[in-house]
């Protein structure tokens, strides 16, 4: 009886390794999966309205496989690229709408290697907008979001954005960020009245064209 138990449990051992084997070695033959990394660079941070930028970076390992780029923003886009040689991708992508954008790239898993995600960079979008300024004259007086004017006040009036509303302002090579803080102006065809202390920030004549982010 002691024999045929023996015998027995051999068999299903002879049965049961060349499987395990297998398996083992089919495991061994599937490729690992690695981490990757992947880079992402904007041409310009500043651009006008309808313009546009080269989004561009590399995937390493330099494996063909497809790279998604995100845009969010006022007028948000998704794309999808394969990467080139040397896992090199670029794509130009135009603002329709002036605001600020946060761009990220990502590298979408493949057989090899685990998905990744590029640091987020930044534009911003302007258009031409008309200004002039407000502020002599004026200072101690009440303003339309709540506070008082004073000759170091920074912020722009603005007919119809709310009050508070970041607006990025450019002139010359100079910039600006500062918030809504009043009505106005109430002269036809213009955009904002800055503060003098803005005014003085970027140069600004007191009228005239300048770059706005909204």
């Known amino acids: 009886m002691m024999r045929q138990t023996l015998f027995a449990a051999a068999a299903a051992v002879a049965v049961l390794v060349p499987g395990l084997a297998a398996a083992k070695q089919s495991a061994e033959s599937r490729p690992k999966r ?11 941070h500043d651009i006008r309205r309808e313009g546009s930028v080269v989004l561009h970076g590399r995937v390493r390992p330099a494996t063909a ?10 007028r948000g886009t998704l794309a999808t690229t394969p990467t080139r040689r040397r896992g090199i991708f670029k794509v130009r992508w135009r603002a329709s709408r002036a605001g600020a954008y946060r761009v990220r790239a990502y590298a979408v898993h493949s057989r090899r290697d685990r998905a990744s995600a ?6 911003t979008a302007y258009r031409p907008a008309e200004a002039s300024y407000y502020g002599p004259g004026l200072y101690g007086n009440g303003v339309a979001c709540g506070g008082t004017l004073q000759p170091g006040t920074l912020g722009v009036a603005h007919k119809t954005l ?9 002139y010359h090579g100079r910039a600006v960020t500062v918030p809504v803080i009043d009505r106005g102006p109430y002269v036809a065809g213009r955009d904002y009245d800055l503060t003098e202390a803005t005014k003085e920030r970027l140069g600004f004549p007191g009228v005239g064209v300048l770059l706005s982010s909204r």
């Open 34 to 44: 690695v981490d990757s990394h992947i880079s992402l660079h904007i041409t310009r």
């Open 65 to 74: 496989r497809r790279v998604k780029i995100v845009v969010r923003g006022p």
């Open 118 to 123: 590029s640091p987020v960079r930044r534009l």
């Open 162 to 170: 709310p009050c508070g509303t970041k607006v990025r302002l450019r």
